[in-house]
């Protein structure tokens, strides 16, 4: 059964800095793109970030751009999402995602796998 396992999430004030952490098994890192979603109360779910499987191409929702970076490690099995200068629109709950390459999904991947969540939580 596959896992994804997020943490990191909290209450922080405007400005401050979170780093979201994704852990897998290593079937997941040895061949899956990884990649954040977030969805606010009200709202659908959107993505945030999603990385290759080798870590040569990320992509982007423009709205985080220069302010949030996504990587992994494929040797820890686990991947980070680094969120600088967080703002209140910031606040969701935040998705760990895995899936294949192309497909035409959402940022250029084909989501299969998620996990179960981790809340930030911004204030003004």
């Known amino acids: 059964q596959v896992q994804l396992v997020e943490s990191g999430g909290g209450l922080v004030q405007a400005g401050a800095s979170l780093r979201l952490s994704c852990a897998g098994s290593?079937?997941?890192?040895?061949?899956?793109?990884m990649g954040w979603f977030r969805q606010a109360p009200g709202k659908e779910r959107e993505f945030v970030a999603g990385?290759?499987?080798?870590?040569?191409?990320?992509s982007y929702q423009d709205s985080v751009k220069g302010r949030f970076i996504l990587s992994r490690d494929n040797g820890k099995n686990t991947a980070y999402l680094q969120m600088n200068s967080l703002k209140p629109e910031d606040t969701a709950l935040y998705y760990c995602?895995?899936?294949?390459?192309?497909?035409?999904?959402?940022?250029?991947?084909?989501?299969?796998?998620w996990g179960q969540g981790t809340q930030v939580t911004v204030s003004s």
């Open positions: 290593r079937y997941i890192f040895s061949s899956y793109a």
């Open positions: 995602a895995a899936g294949v390459e192309g497909g035409g999904g959402v940022g250029g991947f084909a989501w299969r796998y």
């Open positions: 990385i290759t499987w080798s870590g040569s191409r990320t």
